[in-house]
């Protein structure tokens, strides 16, 4: 099978990445998806709060996907669902598995990976105790309650406060259960401040900083967890333990870039995101192969996704049409002070159109801050900031004029107290 561009993954990613492909004049395009429909994560995702950047409406997820799915059928890509992409390689060869077709060998002009992200689980995290029935992962919850019809427990423990474990805090609740308390290791929240909002507060859910839970009592089903408060270096305080009877513990301890078939393919990851480097047009460290959404970095809203694929989406079409230049000035991203990380990690200035978005995380809470960003040492924008957290993604916009006075030369954005 012979195709311009093959897309792994059917979220909202791939979906955008797909469409920005064809409208930029890639005639054959093929999308790959392992589940029984299109739409990734999102068709779990029945809460509303979607969309809000791309088309300024509050939608659930299903219906953000929705409008994607539309959109492929009308342009007429072509895409298979139900089959399993299982390897890439650099001579951008992609190996697939399905019922009907069995086992195929694509040859690709240019590559997209959009394979989105899965959850860290009990094993990752270490907590000691049986492997009773009960411990699900937040979006495994969401998938069972949202999708297959079932109720996972009755009385509910959350470790973890990121977006996910928020939301089923509050849709485990109106479906009839008790969530007892989410309880977070860190001083802050992961997730969405509106989130803790609308899915804590408005339903009176305790929320627990600097505390974790330390065992789980229960042989066949669980029976109950212990939590406890962690000192400074997250190691629990003695005498701190209380005992919630519980029979069911959820936990939303992060999420990790699914990345297995990129590091296959040699494609270089960055320790910081676990996705791949990126430059402007999201182009991994192989030509050719391009990376965009969840798979790259965790996003915390679906738009930033759909703006960063529409951006891989037009580089692969550049690519394949052979305007991509590779031998003008380049600019690397650096971290500064109080920022985790920065994609993309490289920008080649001849490849911009008007403006990009640098899209980062800081390490901690900031008031009342600002970002500074600097070009060899001097500063080229600052953005004020009443607040930043680690739970929101930041995201700083750059017109090509602001750069383009400078030869090769790293930009660097840091965190300042004012
Ligand atoms: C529970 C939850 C709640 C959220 N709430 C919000 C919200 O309120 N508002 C908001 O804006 N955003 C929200 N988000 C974030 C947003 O939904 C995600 O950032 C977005 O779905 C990521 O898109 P993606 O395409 O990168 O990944 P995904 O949606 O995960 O899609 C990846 C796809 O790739 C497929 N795949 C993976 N490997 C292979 C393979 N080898 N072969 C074939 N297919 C493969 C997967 O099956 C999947 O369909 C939420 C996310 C979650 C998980």
Redesign the pocket.
């Known amino acids: 099978m012979k195709y311009d561009l093959v897309v ?9 990445a797909a469409i920005e492909a064809r409208k930029n004049g890639v005639e054959r395009i093929v999308l ?4 029984r429909e ?8 029945i ?7 791309v088309f300024g409406e509050q939608l659930t ?1 299903p219906e ?2 929705e409008r994607f799915i539309n959109e492929l059928n009308n342009l007429k890509i072509e895409y298979l669902t139900n ?4 390897e890439i390689n650099d001579k951008k060869e992609v190996y ?1 598995l399905n019922q009907e077709l069995g086992f195929r060998r694509i040859e690709a002009k240019a590559i997209i990976l ?6 860290r689980t009990r094993g990752a995290i270490g907590i000691p105790g049986f492997r009773p029935a009960g411990i699900f992962t ?2 495994t919850a ?1 998938r069972f309650i949202n999708i297959e019809g079932y109720m996972v427990g009755k009385k509910v423990v959350i470790l973890g406060s990121g ?2 474990g928020l ?2 805090a509050r849709r485990l609740t109106l479906e009839g259960a008790k969530v007892l308390a989410v309880v977070e290791l860190m001083p802050y929240s992961t997730g ?1 401040t509106r ?1 803790i909002v609308q899915c804590l507060h408005d339903y009176n859910i305790p929320l627990f900083f600097e505390h974790t839970v330390i065992d789980i009592k229960g042989k066949n089903r669980v029976e109950g967890v212990t939590i406890a408060k962690v000192d400074n270096n997250r190691v629990p305080i003695r005498g701190t333990e209380v005992f919630y009877e519980c029979d069911t513990l959820l936990l939303s301890v992060g ?1 990790i870039p ?1 990345n ?2 990129s590091r296959n393919a040699g494609i270089e990851i960055d320790a910081r995101t676990s996705g791949p480097f990126v430059n402007e047009s999201m182009e991994t460290s192989i030509e050719g192969i391009f990376a ?5 970095h ?8 759909t703006q960063e ?1 529409q951006r891989a989406g037009r580089g692969a079409a550049r690519y394949i049409k052979g305007e991509a230049i590779d031998n003008g000035v380049v600019i690397r991203t650096v971290n500064g002070n109080g920022i985790r990380y920065i994609v993309p990690q490289k920008l080649r200035l001849e490849n911009l159109n008007d403006e990009i978005n640098l899209f980062m995380r800081v390490d901690n809470i900031y008031n009342n801050c600002r970002l500074d960003v600097k070009l060899d040492g001097k500063i080229i924008k600052s953005f004020k900031k009443r607040k930043v957290t680690p739970g929101e993604m930041e995201t700083v916009k750059l017109k090509k004029s602001d750069l383009s006075t400078y030869n090769d030369c790293s930009l660097s954005i840091e965190v300042v107290k004012e």
Do not use: K, W
Request: charged fraction near 15%; include cysteine; proline fraction near 1%.
């Open positions: 792994v993954g059917g979220g909202p990613a791939g979906l955008a790959i998806e392992r589940d299109l739409g990734g994560i999102l068709q779990q995702c809460h509303n709060g979607f969309g809000l950047h997820g953000y996907a089959t399993m992409v299982l697939i959009s394979m989105g992200c899965r959850e937040a979006g969401q977006d996910i939301i089923m969405l989130n999420l699914e297995e078939l965009c959404g969840n798979v790259v965790v996003h915390d809203l679906v738009d930033f996704v694929a």
